[in-house]
């Protein structure tokens, strides 16, 4: 079962850094894409930032020029550094990964999987 786990979560005061990870672990073949979602209560879940490769990056308008996405293929995890945080920035941020599983590797089937989410909360 392909699982992922975020870290990094917390409080913080506005304008701090905080840096999410997230690792993918089970039986995968590869990864394709990988991102970053936000969900703040009573509202629906939102796009932070995706990654396919080093170059090919996408962030959402709010967070672009304050938060970096990255990732390290060979350990299957994903980064998010966030710079210059707002108390609008506050919710659970869950991480997104297309993989492609091992028993798929003939077809290069992906499917989307989801980590339980890590709550990021920006307040003085």
């Known amino acids: 079962q392909v699982q992922l786990v975020e870290s990094g979560g917390g409080l913080v005061q506005p304008g701090g850094s905080l840096r999410l990870s997230c690792v993918a672990s089970?039986?995968?073949?590869?990864?394709?894409?990988m991102g970053w979602y936000r969900q703040a209560p009573g509202k629906q879940r939102e796009l932070v930032a995706t990654?396919?490769?080093?170059?090919?990056?996408n962030y959402a308008a709010s967070v672009k020029g304050r938060f970096t996405i990255s990732r390290d293929n060979a350990k299957n995890t994903v980064y998010l550094q966030m710079n210059s945080l707002k108390p609008e920035d506050t919710a659970v941020y869950y991480c997104?990964?297309?993989?492609?599983?091992?028993?798929?590797?003939?077809?290069?089937?992906?499917?989307?999987?989801w980590g339980q989410g890590t709550q990021v909360t920006v307040s003085s």
């Open positions: 089970g039986p995968i073949f590869s990864i394709y894409a």
């Open positions: 997104n990964a297309e993989v492609t599983p091992t028993p798929f590797r003939f077809t290069m089937s992906r499917f989307d999987y």
């Open positions: 990654i396919i490769s080093g170059d090919n990056t």
